[in-house]
């Protein structure tokens, strides 16, 4: 069992100590729990760039145990969602178990903006500097 538990903490000091240069972000959510249970949790990821995969640590708390369960897991983050695989240890069954969770993504970054221009349906004022003689040529206004 102490091996397991060594294990978990060296994954989440592990985790931890690769975070330093980004700004994490927060979910809550629910997890389903293989073996039948259900658990509602919060999650601290690594990172708060959407659209890309992160390092998660979170708790639950198992409606059917009605045990606590610390998680570190990998997501997927996206603006405002997440989802999750997490490997967690029951408290109350002292085991480790696997779940699949999404829930709702806070303090995400803003996706940058695409470069494109924007296009308005306002007029813009254009300034016709060049006029035309009798001829149909261009020639320069007075």
């Known amino acids: 069992m102490k091996k397991h538990i060594s294990s978990f903490v060296l994954a989440a000091i592990l985790a931890g100590g690769s975070t330093a240069k980004a700004e994490p972000s927060f979910g ?11 658990a509602i949790g919060v999650r601290v990821f690594h990172d708060d760039e959407p659209e890309s995969a992160v390092l998660a640590l979170g708790a639950d708390y198992k409606f059917g145990s009605g045990s606590f ?23 109350k069954a002292q085991a480790l178990d696997y779940g699949l969770g999404v829930g709702a ?25 060049t006029c035309l003689s009798a001829g149909g040529a261009a020639v320069a206004c007075n």
């Open 28 to 38: 809550f959510g629910f997890t389903y729990v293989f073996g039948g249970d259900w």
């Open 69 to 91: 369960r610390p998680t570190v897991g990998a997501a997927y983050l996206d603006e405002d969602y997440y989802f999750d695989f997490s490997l967690g240890y029951d408290i």
């Open 105 to 129: 993504a806070f303090e995400t970054e803003t996706p940058a903006a695409s470069g494109a221009p924007t296009i308005t349906d306002e007029p813009t004022d254009i300034v016709d500097t």
